[in-house]
C-alpha cells in the first residue's frame, strides 16, 4: 500500500540535540514505518537569513534517493524569491513551504498573500507548520510564535485558488479553521495528523468523522516525533482499507498533488 508522509526534515536543530539528520537515517527510518514516499524539508534551513539556501541540498537528495520529494522552501521577503517558486516546480516539487514566523515576516502580511496568489498560479500548494515542539518543551529562546487559526482563515480567503498543507496542528486549532470557513475553502486545505492526539483522547478519530476523512493526511514530523506515534494513532483507528487508503496516500491525489 501506498505511503506517503508529508512532514519529514534533514538536518540539524538549535534547540536541540538530535545529530546531524541525514538523508540515509531517514530514509532508514521511513522504510522502517513502510513509507513508500516521503516529503522533506530542510530543518536547519529553516533557521537561515535565507532559508532557500538548503534547497539545493534538497534536491540533490530527492535525486539520490528516489523515496525522498523536496519541499522547497521559499522566502516572500527576499528578493529573487519567484524565481525559487518557479525552480521548485520546473524540479517537480510536491509543494514548497513558507513558515512566515520563522522567517520574520508578518504571518497574513503583503508578502505571504502575494506567495500564495504566485503558488496557485504555479498550481503549487503552500506547506506551513504550526508549531515544530509544545511551548512546554521549548527552549527558552525559541520565542516563534505559534501559527494562529485565524492567519490560516485570513489567507485561504485572499489567495481562492491557493491550496494548504498545515502540519502541526492540534484538534482546536485545525476546528477553528474549519468550522470557519466556507465548504470551499475548507477543501483547498490539508491537515496532516502528526499532532493530532489519538487514544485515550481519540481527537483524530473525531475529527475524522466531524471534518471528514478527506481534509487529513499522513505525516510524522520525523525526527523531531517519533514515526511509530503516527502509525500507532491509525492502526488503533481500526480503519478499512479504503479509508485506510485515503488517509495514507489517496487524499493527495484528490487535493490534486502530482
Given at each position: 500500500?501506498?505511503?506517503?508522509?508529508?512532514?519529514?526534515?534533514?538536518?540539524?536543530?538549535p534547540?536541540?540535540?538530535?545529530g546531524?539528520?541525514t538523508?540515509?537515517?531517514?530514509?532508514?527510518?521511513?522504510?522502517?514505518?513502510?513509507?513508500?514516499?516521503?516529503?522533506?524539508?530542510?530543518?536547519?534551513?529553516?533557521?537561515?537569513s535565507?532559508?532557500?539556501?538548503?534547497?539545493?541540498?534538497?534536491f540533490?537528495?530527492?535525486?539520490a534517493?528516489?523515496?525522498?520529494?523536496?519541499?522547497?522552501a521559499?522566502?516572500?521577503?527576499?528578493?529573487?524569491?519567484?524565481?525559487?517558486?518557479?525552480?521548485?516546480?520546473?524540479?517537480?516539487?510536491p509543494?514548497?513551504?513558507?513558515?512566515a514566523?520563522?522567517?520574520?515576516?508578518?504571518?497574513?502580511?503583503?508578502?505571504?498573500?502575494?506567495?500564495?496568489?504566485?503558488s496557485?498560479?504555479?498550481d503549487?500548494?503552500v506547506?506551513?507548520?504550526?508549531?515544530?515542539e509544545d511551548?512546554?518543551?521549548?527552549?527558552?529562546?525559541d520565542?516563534?510564535?505559534?501559527?494562529q487559526?485565524?492567519?490560516?482563515?485570513q489567507?485561504?480567503?485572499?489567495?481562492?485558488?491557493?491550496?494548504l498543507?498545515?502540519?502541526h496542528?492540534?484538534?482546536e486549532?485545525i476546528e477553528?479553521?474549519?468550522?470557519?470557513?466556507?465548504?470551499?475553502?475548507?477543501?483547498?486545505?490539508?491537515?496532516d495528523?502528526?499532532c493530532?492526539?489519538g487514544p485515550?483522547?481519540?481527537?483524530?478519530?473525531?475529527l475524522l468523522?466531524?471534518?471528514?476523512i478527506?481534509?487529513?493526511?499522513?505525516g510524522t514530523?520525523?525526527?523531531?516525533?517519533?514515526?511509530?506515534?503516527?502509525?500507532?494513532?491509525?492502526?488503533?483507528?481500526?480503519?478499512?482499507?479504503?479509508?485506510?487508503?485515503?488517509?495514507l496516500?489517496?487524499?493527495?491525489t484528490?487535493?490534486?498533488?502530482?
Open positions: 500500500m501506498t505511503q506517503i508522509d508529508v512532514n519529514t526534515f534533514v538536518g540539524t536543530y534547540y536541540r540535540d538530535i546531524a539528520w538523508a540515509e537515517a531517514l530514509v532508514r527510518v521511513c522504510i522502517d514505518a513502510g513509507t513508500t514516499s516521503a516529503w522533506v524539508s530542510h530543518l536547519s534551513a529553516a533557521y537561515w535565507d532559508p532557500a539556501g538548503g534547497n539545493a541540498a534538497l540533490g537528495l530527492a535525486a534517493h528516489g523515496i525522498l520529494r523536496p519541499v522547497a521559499v522566502h516572500p521577503g527576499r528578493p529573487g524569491w519567484e524565481a525559487v517558486l518557479a525552480e521548485a516546480r520546473a524540479r517537480r516539487a509543494a514548497i513551504r513558507c513558515d514566523s520563522w522567517y520574520g515576516l508578518e504571518p497574513a502580511g503583503s508578502e505571504m498573500r502575494s506567495l500564495l496568489e504566485a496557485a498560479d504555479h503549487i500548494p506547506m506551513m507548520c504550526v508549531r515544530l511551548l512546554r518543551q521549548r527552549h527558552p529562546n520565542v516563534t510564535p505559534d501559527l487559526p485565524a492567519t490560516i482563515r489567507l485561504i480567503r485572499h489567495a481562492p485558488r491557493a491550496r498543507i498545515v502540519t496542528a492540534d484538534r486549532f477553528q479553521v474549519h468550522f470557519g470557513s466556507t465548504p470551499e475553502e475548507a477543501s483547498r486545505i490539508l491537515w495528523i502528526s493530532i492526539w485515550p483522547e481519540d481527537h483524530l478519530e473525531l468523522g466531524t471534518v471528514g478527506e481534509r487529513f493526511i499522513y514530523g520525523i525526527p523531531l516525533r517519533l514515526a511509530e506515534t503516527t502509525a500507532a494513532k491509525i492502526d488503533l483507528l481500526g480503519l478499512d482499507a479504503h479509508a485506510r487508503r485515503r488517509l496516500s489517496e487524499n493527495l484528490g487535493f490534486g498533488v502530482e
